[in-house]
């Protein structure tokens, strides 16, 4: 079946520091793909998307590249805050479906 | 604008009472409404999803159910609590606005069983 793969965390990174936080998947078809972060005691937050292969979805200094020949989408970062301490999921949604489904999760802590 | 709301936000309950965990929508109709389950530490597990009223899938046998009394409603319930259903209870939404039909999450209901 459909599943999501995510490095196991924590990734503990200074601030400035570069971040790579590696995802594939296993999906029959065409899935759109998405990156989400959970900030501490609070729900998910969608931070990108890609709904085809080379798409690159960015926000907030983040990107990601929908890669079907490796079928990954990584999330990047060229340089980290405190703030953006969290835990990352990546998720996809299997093409004509609405559910999504979620890797484990990846937390994130950046030091001053 | 869309908005989702849960509550409560923390319930603590003992072993063998009942739960009813509420989630509402606002700003949008007739849309796809999900319960997930977050355990500590662990990723998101799909409990149930719901494509219109009356209307629910169950993803995962359990002793939780889930009902859509009305279109922008979505309530979790159990009769007998169990220790293990302690966790980070979160709903969310999709729907034809939603671009690439990425979902929107409330802020969670955090449920510790004792």
């Known amino acids: 079946g459909d599943s999501v793969t995510q490095m196991e965390g924590p990734v503990t990174l200074s601030e400035e520091a570069f971040l790579t936080i590696n995802c594939t998947y296993t999906a029959t078809g065409y899935p759109s793909l998405f990156w989400y972060v959970q900030y501490p005691g609070e729900g998910l937050q969608l931070l990108l998307k890609?709904?085809?292969?080379?798409d690159k979805g960015s926000n907030k200094g983040f990107e990601a590249t929908y890669r079907k020949e490796t079928t990954s989408f990584h999330l990047e970062k060229g340089s980290v805050q405190v703030s953006d301490s969290a835990v990352y999921f990546c998720?996809?949604?299997?093409?004509?479906?609405?559910?999504?489904?979620f890797g484990a999760g990846t937390r994130l802590a950046v030091h001053p | 604008s869309q908005t989702i709301h849960q509550w409560p936000a923390t319930l603590v309950q003992p072993v063998g009472s009942p739960l009813s965990l509420e989630c509402t929508v606002e700003?949008?109709?007739?849309?796809?409404l999900y319960w997930y389950r977050q355990a500590a530490g662990r990723g998101l597990q799909l409990l149930f999803y719901s494509v219109g009223i009356g209307q629910i899938s169950s993803e995962v046998p359990q002793n939780l159910s889930a009902s859509r009394p009305q279109d922008r409603q979505f309530i979790l319930s159990s009769k007998k609590l169990l220790l293990s259903d302690s966790g980070f209870y979160l709903c969310?939404?999709?729907?034809?606005?939603?671009?690439?039909?990425?979902?929107?999450f409330g802020p969670g209901t955090r449920l510790t069983v004792l």
């Open positions: 969310a939404w999709s729907g034809l606005g939603t671009g690439g039909n990425e979902q929107f």
């Open positions: 998720a996809l949604r299997p093409g004509g479906y609405n559910k999504l489904i």
């Open positions: 890609a709904t085809k292969a080379d």
């Open positions: 700003g949008t109709s007739n849309p796809n």
